[in-house]
């Protein structure tokens, strides 16, 4: 079908090549009369690339001018609605907390009796035999024999089988901890090793502070300013110290329990005070420098042979002549990439893999 130029209303043919408008028109133009250099028609020929006439490129100017405002405004309007939803869920917070404040201290007697106070943390006991060949059974045996959870007023949850024999035996308490690791230390310290492992709560790395601030006092101001924090929330200070980058900025690492944890990471930075901080995830899992196994140190370790960290050789790592890396640890977990030390936990592969096993676990399996 024939088409004229909108401009000059003259056909468009072979003769006088035009172009069609992307934009509200939909009209042809003549190269010619909107004035298109060569090496600009064959940019705009390109797939994917759009060309508008110039009446439709004033109103797609017009247009985005507008629909700027209308994001502005829905930009607003949702900001709104997020500190309308996070003032209502603090609120509501605060109301639950002190309804169940209230039932506790009800039904537990005593003038400080609340609900932060009242709660009850698991705490983990682990009984493991100094002989690494006993069984399972023989252990349960013996702790069954020595220790009377009845008699004792002992209350535990969960018991369950751990390496080399041992058992983990998980108190509903800190006063049925103490009573059960108390009594299998007098019982069965000569053929036993009996320890108490408290759940780790995960941490979190804050930087950017202005002020090095006291530990009780950061932890204040966080629960005081940032949403992510409630009124009990869990949070004890360990470390405040300088970047390497700037002796005048400063950066911490919290204890957390797992809801502050998740809260805080998802919101990305919190309020220190007049200082917006980046908040980074500081679980890591500790590394063994004699047989490169995770989740202990070497102090700790039952190996009898020394491996090193560097090279995967028998020696330490304070020996290591290598040039050449090589993680142990992939290596035996048949990794194709093994060109690494094994405390390089961003190639390691291995250690990658435990840390997401261990933080699900912190997290979800408390």
Same mark, same amino acid.
């Given at each position: ?20 408008? %992307? ?11 909107? @004035? ?27 247009? %985005? ?13 949702? +900001? ?9 869920? @603090? ?90 690791? !108390?009594? +299998?230390?007098?019982? #069965?310290? +000569?053929?036993?090793?009996? $320890? ?12 950017? $502070? ?10 204040? $101001? ?5 949403? *992510? ?25 919290? %204890? ?5 944890? +998740? ?11 007049? !200082?917006?901080?980046?908040?980074? %995830?500081?679980?890591? #899992? ?46 035996? *977990?048949?990794?194709?990439?093994? !060109?690494?030390?094994?405390? !390089? ?22």
């Amino acid at each position: 079908m024939a088409t004229n130029c909108a401009s000059c209303h003259s056909l468009v043919n072979r003769s006088k090549p035009g172009i069609p408008c %992307d934009g509200f028109c939909e009209q042809s133009f003549h190269i010619s009369c909107v @004035g298109i250099p060569s090496d600009v028609l064959k940019i705009i020929k390109t797939p994917g690339l759009f060309w508008y006439c110039p009446t439709c490129s004033q109103q797609k100017k017009d247009f %985005d001018r507008v629909f700027i405002k209308i994001d502005d405004k829905v930009d607003t309007l949702i +900001a709104d609605v997020y500190n309308i939803f996070s003032e209502a869920k @603090g609120h509501l917070i605060n109301k639950v907390d002190e309804t169940l404040e209230q039932t506790v201290s009800q039904r537990v007697p005593g003038p400080s009796a609340s609900y932060a106070n009242t709660l009850k943390k698991t705490v983990n006991v682990i009984v493991t035999p100094k002989n690494n060949d006993q069984s399972h059974s023989a252990t349960r045996l013996r702790i069954s024999q020595s220790v009377d959870p009845v008699d004792n007023n002992i209350r535990f949850s969960q018991v369950k089988n751990i390496k080399n024999g041992g058992i983990l035996i998980k108190c509903e308490g800190s006063d049925d901890a103490n009573k059960l690791k !108390d009594l +299998a230390s007098r019982h #069965l310290s +000569a053929d036993y090793e009996v $320890m108490e492992v408290r759940k780790f709560n995960p941490r979190l790395k804050i930087v950017g $502070m202005s002020q090095c601030i006291e530990k009780e006092e950061l932890c204040t $101001m966080l629960k005081s300013q940032n949403n *992510a924090f409630h009124a009990e929330s869990e949070c004890s200070d360990l470390k405040v110290w300088p970047t390497k980058k700037s002796a005048t900025v400063y950066q911490a690492i919290l %204890d957390v329990d797992c809801t502050t944890y +998740a809260n805080v990471l998802k919101q990305g930075k919190v309020l220190v005070n007049y !200082d917006s901080c980046a908040v980074y %995830d500081a679980i890591n #899992l500790k590394l063994c420098f004699k047989c490169c196994g995770l989740n202990h140190y070497a102090k700790n370790c039952r190996s009898s042979s020394q491996t090193c960290v560097k090279c995967s050789l028998d020696h330490k790592v304070s020996d290591c002549r290598s040039v050449n890396l090589k993680c142990i640890n992939c290596v035996n *977990a048949r990794h194709s990439k093994t !060109d690494h030390a094994a405390w !390089d936990t961003n190639q390691c592969t291995v250690y990658k893999n435990k840390l997401n096993e261990y933080k699900k676990s912190i997290i979800y399996n408390r």
